[in-house]
């Protein structure tokens, strides 16, 4: 299982992409919501030596406060090289207005683009609004897999689980059985919070060990953050999407071994991929995350969608106990 989970990871990291790119217009709500200006931005623009790609995040503070992440060369998880950092702008939302200033440009959002500005050159060109949209999202349980939600009906849930009026699993679920060796399918929503922090809850897998989700759009890629293990290690990119976008955790798991007489024999092993994006790559993990940390480790143990900070929502949450059949059926939605 370790050479499989190795060579899997492995392969991912060099055929998985980002999901395709389409642009937009915001004219679902108008520009008196916070969302209508928070998202992301790409485009071509005239730089000093000739064209190059520039993408941005608009992302929404409290109290109609802004920033603005540019990153060189596209988005992250899309064309961006980390290596080359990032650069952040502040900016209060005033008379209908959102505009960023820093180092003699001008960033001027605005019916679904942000123009580029030089003090000097004059217009650069701008950037469009786009939706990036998880390669794996809406992807069919298999046949043999363990459905755990289609919309239909809470039985494969304990402790209260819920479903919304549309249709939704509410946080705050565990599964009603146990499991060791999975490969799990889960799509989640976050909401934007203005005043009470951000919407944050999490996949326990065996309840102990935490994949995070909170409200990381436009943040950096701390141990704490979206798709982190949690508190153990920060994911490799941060690929988080801006609220209310339907997001994807694909997560390869092998449980911990054990011997004959209790003793564990071998660590945790887990691989995660964050809308499409391989972001923790056959990682090892010596003992649970977080709380989940403070729990003896077992072999079988639920599936726990945390109650946090929400409202979290989720749908179509699968499961496969054999991860030998991952990679067959998931290739025509993740590779390339």
Request: negative net charge.
């Amino acid at each position: 299982m370790r050479m499989f989970l190795a060579a899997a990871t492995a392969m991912l990291a060099t055929q998985l992409h980002a999901g395709d790119i389409v642009h937009v217009s915001p004219d679902d709500v108008g520009p008196e919501s916070i969302v209508y200006w928070q998202g992301e931005y790409v485009g071509t623009l005239e730089g000093e030596d000739g064209e190059e790609v520039l993408a941005a995040q608009v992302v929404a503070r409290r109290n109609d406060n802004y920033e603005l992440v540019l990153y060189r060369g596209g988005l992250p998880g899309h064309g961006w090289d980390p290596d080359s950092g990032t650069r952040r702008l502040s900016a209060t939302l005033s008379e209908g207005r959102l505009a960023f200033e820093g180092d003699d440009y001008t960033y001027q959002v605005e019916n679904g683009t942000i123009q580029v500005g030089h003090e000097e050159r004059g217009s650069l060109g701008a950037l469009e609004r786009t939706f990036r949209t998880s390669p794996t999202l809406g992807l069919g349980a298999p046949e043999g897999a363990v459905v755990l939600f289609d919309g239909t009906d809470v039985d494969q849930w304990r402790d209260g689980a819920t479903i919304t009026d549309d249709g939704l699993l509410a946080q705050g679920a565990r599964t009603a059985k146990e499991y060791g060796d999975i490969f799990v399918h889960v799509e989640y929503m976050l909401p934007f919070w203005d005043h009470s922090g951000r919407a944050n809850s999490g996949i326990y897998i065996q309840d102990r060990y935490e994949v995070q989700i909170l409200d990381s759009f436009g943040h950096g890629r701390g141990s704490s953050e979206d798709g982190a293990l949690y508190r153990e290690r920060a994911p490799d990119v941060n690929v988080t999407l801006p609220p209310y976008h339907w997001q994807t955790f694909d997560i390869l798991f092998r449980a911990p071994r054990f011997d004959d007489d209790g003793n564990k024999t071998e660590n945790v092993r887990i691989s995660v991929i964050h809308n499409g994006v391989l972001i923790h790559d056959n990682v090892e993990l010596k003992g649970g995350t977080g709380w989940g940390g403070r729990k003896e480790e077992v072999p079988r143990e639920h599936l726990y969608l945390q109650q946090h900070r929400g409202p979290g929502l989720f749908r179509n949450v699968w499961l496969i106990e054999d991860p030998d059949d991952w990679p067959e059926v998931v290739r025509e939605r993740v590779f390339d």
